[in-house]
Nanobody, 121 residues
Framework: QALLVESGGGSLPAGGSMRPSCATS????????LAWFRQALVKEREKVGD???????TYTDPVKGRSTIYKDNANNTLYLEMHSVKPEDTAMYYC???????????????WGQGTQVTVSS
């Protein structure tokens, strides 16, 4: 059974940095796309970015330029590093794995429980 577990959330001031992580188990880590999503109160879930099986990362505009998604194949862990955080970054952050290996990184079938990030102004 594939399992994703986020950690590293918490409260921090605007301008700071965070690095949530997503520990995974129960599947072949290297062959799947992975992604970070977030959902803030009164907003729909939005994608933060993703990383392909080959390690190529892409980002959506709200975090582009101040975020890095990377993975460590040795410990099956996905990371999101974000600098210069803003109050609007406050959200529940989720990691996700694509539904099936060899896809196009657009169908996400396995989700973690999320880790809450709160950025104070």
């Amino acid at each position: 059974q594939a399992l994703l577990v986020e950690s590293g959330g918490g409260s921090l001031p605007a301008g700071g940095s965070m690095r949530p992580s997503c520990a995974t188990s129960g599947y072949t880590f290297r062959i799947y796309c992975l992604a970070w999503f977030r959902q803030a109160l009164v907003k729909e879930r939005e994608k933060v970015g993703d990383i392909t099986a080959d390690g190529e990362s892409t980002y959506t505009d709200p975090v582009k330029g101040r975020s890095t998604i990377y993975k460590d194949n040795a410990n099956n862990t996905l990371y999101l590093e974000m600098h210069s955080v803003k109050p609007e970054d406050t959200a529940m952050y989720y990691c996700a794995r694509e539904e099936a290996a060899g896809g196009t990184c657009d169908l996400w079938g396995i989700w973690g429980q999320g880790t809450q990030v709160t950025v104070s102004s």
